[in-house]
């Protein structure tokens, strides 16, 4: 029994310690960024004195910024190279390198002017000389420059032509300090200005250049085909090495250049993602098909020396750009998928973001047969939010990480109107178990900070049970932290109900809201309007006490009126602390005289005296069922609620009160148990005396015996010598459970009795019982 525990603790603590999968759990380059993917390279490896990554994007509020990290040192950098240059994704700057190591960086307004500038030193973008532009048209937009070291470094910009929207370039045999005149090199017969192919470029950075390019935008074209051109030594190629024409003769005619992928065959419209180059140096495309603007799929094609070969590779949904808009509103880019792009070191291999349970989501597909078939990995799962427009660090290193980056949406509705941050899979850092102010109050403002952002993904009603809990463990935090928002959250709460109990009457988990009301009331008492804040709660429970129930303990769910008294264990966490603040605030005895008398026919009931430990209602007496390790049944987040309730009451009866001593008696002696049911790894488990049927932590339960354990110690009612290891080892193992971006995992969902955990679970009642914890361990430190 044992070595299976203790297995199953390497497994999880392996799962919790790595990488993990969710979008969250990965590091993030910039909370603030954005891209379009037709202007290249986004995201550069370079290795010379230093070892770096850098990557550009546009801030959502217009900034051009490029930011390093240096893989040796870990240093990270940013600067801003242009504020405030346009709110649109499609300005997004790209990256050149140029022979000395410094670094060339090109942008456009959408339809605007052109921009370029120079680190003045190599690998280093601490500062830039000036920010040039040059006026080639007001159409110009996107950039891709390529630098040829067999033609003297010339350096190619390609961009979107200016003039006539036509694919066009201009080059510098100076490093960039002076441009030649622009030049269109693709365009139909029948130049029509509005006609506007789109462009992907990539160079062997020697002697050639190719481009993958469409008859249009989707939206004007309903059958969009992708053409295939080579550029070398001054004359273009399509891909069986057939001139085409040479740059003293161009435009090259659209028509006469062969179809990498035929939309007029197909009766379909496409649209380029990325090219790449092979082993064999033979080009390597990645598309989209739309036979609906509501239907995309990933397509892959690779000219195999003798011929164009395309094959789909997967759904990639419906289009991206998602907000609340009215029924008959069409969406205004219903072309926009979740994009993909083409791993150039392993040009087998491609990174495409498509939809999963409602979230976009980035995945690894590799082909080995020329992408006839695909197998495919998650690269994010579960995620928060939605992650798009994925692309590989050029240059990359077989082990770089992050090798890919995308962005991580918080809202996306147009080109013009979004907010995401920029993210790689590299794992991100893991919050501290260090007994220490520090790093304690670190986790629990991420935790809080978490719980609050994502507040409006709760389900359950504001005034549930579920989220008084959760108030409860935030109240305690509020009155320790610095920051006033919490309190703040907490009192909008209140005054958006009038400090109303939820609706039923009687039913404990309906007046545990009422803890953190009290308590904010003793916040507030000061002020004239505070007596609004505890009247709800002294009607509610002078109701009931004035007319007490009559039901029965034995619960039962079909008959409503046993759900009046306490007659399952949770209520003994969700009613009786409100007695005890009722009392203290009013010096009335009659809720403490209530309280004891209800509380001890539950604990006559509920409680083995053999086994020191609550079962959860009369439905799991022995007589009735089992663990299936024949021991008997006791939740672990049962016994949480109720030692967790024991230690809110504990903090409010005065110390001569003549209700305490059973109080502590009972604490004490349940504290001792627990101590006996906590796992090698620190957690406890969702059946107390079963845990190999249930080896997963469970950190709700866990969370509350953390709380009540520390708060026993600094009480003085447990021996500190005894108990400090176990407090110890439980805060570091649930720390161990809180996701990079403050997400607390391995929450047993809603139940009643043991169920299964995983690591992806969590809920706000866990949520409430860790910050009880955290502030617990804070008392400890001090």
């Avoid at 601490?126 to 937009?141: A, D, E, H, P, Q």
């Avoid at 349970?357 to 994010?380: A, C, H, L, P, Q």
């Avoid at 920029?422 to 403002?445: H, R, Y």
Wanted: aromatic share 14%; glycine share 6%; hydrophobic share 35%.
């Amino acid at each position: 029994m044992q070595l299976r525990i203790l297995l199953s603790f390497f497994f999880i603590c392996s799962y919790i310690f790595a990488s993990g999968q969710r979008a969250e759990d990965y590091k993030t380059l910039s909370e603030d960024g954005s891209w379009c993917w037709f202007s290249d390279p986004r995201s550069v490896y370079h290795q010379g004195k230093k070892e770096c990554t850098y990557t550009g994007f546009v801030t959502s509020e217009g900034d051009i910024v490029i930011t390093s990290k240096d893989h040796k040192s870990g240093l990270e950098s940013r600067h801003t190279i242009y504020k405030n240059l346009e709110v649109d994704d499609h300005v997004n700057p790209s990256i050149l390198f140029l022979p000395d190591g410094r670094l060339m960086v090109f942008f456009t307004k959408h339809n605007g002017l052109l921009y370029y500038t120079t680190s003045e030193l190599p690998e280093d973008i601490s500062k830039f000389g000036k920010v040039n532009s040059l006026n080639l048209g007001k159409m110009s937009c996107y950039t891709n420059p390529v630098l040829l070291s067999g033609e003297a470094n010339r350096i190619y910009l390609f961009y979107r032509g200016g003039y006539d929207w036509k694919p066009s370039y201009i080059t510098s045999d100076d490093l960039g300090k002076n441009w030649s005149k622009p030049k269109s090199f693709v365009s139909k017969e029948i130049n029509v200005s509005s006609n506007r192919p789109y462009t992907k470029v990539v160079s062997d950075g020697i002697a050639n250049i190719h481009f993958a390019f469409t008859d249009g935008h989707p939206r004007d074209e309903s059958q969009n085909s992708i053409y295939y051109l080579r550029y070398e030594g001054g004359s273009f190629y399509d891909a069986s090495g057939k001139v085409l024409g040479d740059v003293n003769h161009l435009p090259i005619r659209q028509e006469s250049i062969p179809k990498a992928y035929d939309g007029v065959e197909h009766n379909q419209r496409a649209w380029i993602w990325d090219i790449a180059l092979n082993e064999q140096s033979n080009p390597v495309i990645a598309f989209t098909t739309m036979p609906e603007e509501t239907n995309h799929f990933y397509n892959y094609g690779i000219w195999n020396g003798k011929e164009w070969i395309t094959n789909q590779i997967c759904s990639a949904g419906s289009s991206f750009p998602r907000f609340v808009r009215k029924k008959e509103e069409r969406n205004r880019e219903p072309h926009y998928s979740g994009g993909i792009s083409i791993d150039h070191n392993k040009t087998n291999t491609v990174y495409l973001s498509k939809p999963h349970n409602d979230r976009y989501e980035i995945e690894e597909w590799t082909t080995m047969d020329n992408g006839k078939s695909f197998s495919s990995n998650s690269v994010t799962t579960n995620s928060l939010r939605d992650n798009i427009r994925p692309v590989v660090v050029r240059n990359a290193p077989k082990e770089l990480s992050p090798r890919v980056l995308w962005m991580n949406v918080d809202h996306y509705e147009h080109y013009t109107k979004f907010h995401t941050a920029i993210k790689g899979n590299q794992p991100a850092n893991k919050f501290s178990g260090k007994i220490s102010e520090d790093s304690v109050k670190a986790v629990l403002t991420a935790v809080a900070d978490w719980q609050i952002d994502n507040f409006h993904l709760v389900k359950h009603h504001t005034l549930d049970w579920t989220n008084g809990a959760l108030y409860a463990g935030m109240m305690t935090w509020a009155k320790t932290s610095s920051d006033k928002k919490y309190l703040d959250w907490l009192n909008r709460i209140g005054w958006k109900f009038h400090w109303q109990p939820y609706y039923r009457m009687y039913h404990a988990d309906d007046v545990v809201v009422s803890q953190m009301y009290l308590d904010m009331y003793e916040e507030k008492k000061a002020d004239k309007n505070s007596y609004r804040i505890l009247g709800p709660t002294k009607a509610r429970l002078d109701y009931v006490i004035n007319n007490p129930s009559k039901g029965t303990l034995l619960l039962n769910y079909r008959d409503a009126q046993t759900l009046e008294r306490w007659s399952w264990c949770d209520a003994l966490f969700m009613a009786p602390p409100v007695y005890v603040k009722m009392a203290n605030i009013t010096g009335d005895d009659k809720y403490l005289s209530f309280m004891d008398q209800e509380f001890k026919a539950t604990y006559d009931f509920l409680y083995d005296q053999e086994e020191h430990l609550f079962y959860r209602d009369h439905r799991f007496f022995p007589d009735v069922k089992l663990e299936s390790n024949g021991e008997k049944i006791f939740w672990g987040r049962g016994n949480g609620w109720v030692l967790g309730g024991l230690v809110s009451m504990l903090k409010d009866l005065p110390k001569d009160s003549k209700y305490r001593p059973f109080y502590e008696e009972l604490f004490k002696e349940m504290s001792e148990k627990v101590v006996e049911c906590q796992g090698k790894e620190g957690f406890w488990h969702a059946s107390m005396l079963d845990p190999g049927s249930y080896p997963n932590p469970e950190t709700s339960s866990s969370a509350f015996f953390c709380y009540a354990l520390a708060y026993g110690i600094n009480s003085g009612l447990l021996e500190k010598d005894k108990y400090l290891p176990v407090v110890t080892k439980s805060w570091e193992a649930l720390v161990s459970a809180v996701h990079p971006d403050g997400k607390l995992g391995w929450v047993q969902p809603i139940g009643e009795d043991p169920k299964k955990v995983t690591a992806e679970m969590t809920e706000v009642y866990g949520v409430g019982a860790f910050l009880l914890a955290g502030t617990e361990m804070l008392e400890l430190i001090e």
